[in-house]
């Protein structure tokens, strides 16, 4: 019985390059009942294909489980431009994907969240989508408030590099639509001293 739980299973898997739209939502939300990170590396192909049909991405999201901070740092391995200068739809799928990984309750995917910010390879828009999104849960979990609090160890410093960034790439026309709208939206977020003094 377990080998042939194993060939179904390796089955399912494979449904990731089918060409059908309706069998991928299907199997996107079957993979919702399984657990472990091969869930998550088929969920990550299956991002690739269909992130541009709403409904598919919902699924996606819909089924990655207790390790979105897992599968972020996944699909930005395969599809590093998502993460930098990705189109309206990437963009829509990022920054939900963002809220998913602020509102987990993995304390090691908000630790490694608040620690990317301060990484240099990291591009300015997926900072800016995870900043936006840290900071919007900041006040309903200790633990993000505590990550992202002005402290020597904290990434106090980052955050106002990140907001510095976001203030110019907002003011910007020659930056991609996308990356503009993600800067906003963070410069909305309170971040920005210089915004914090216009609102004032």
Known sequence: MPRRIDELTKGLYAL????????RLQLALTLGEFEG?????VLSG???IGA?????SLAILTSIGPRPGLFWKMLADKKPIWFSTP???HAW???K???LVAASRNENDLREAAASLAQDKSPLYAKMVLLSSLAGVEKSNPLVEKLLAPT???PSQSTARIAAEAELVALSSESPLPVRLAAIGLLGRGVSSSVQNLVR
């Open 37 to 41: 990170d091969r869930k998550l590396a």
């Open 93 to 95: 799928f990022i920054d």
């Open 52 to 56: 541009g049909d709403r409904w598919q």
């Open 152 to 154: 020597p160890e904290g």
């Open 87 to 89: 189109n309206a739809e």
């Open 46 to 48: 299956l991002a690739q």
């Open 16 to 23: 990731v390059d089918d060409p059908d739209p309706r069998v």
């Open 97 to 99: 994907l963002a809220t």
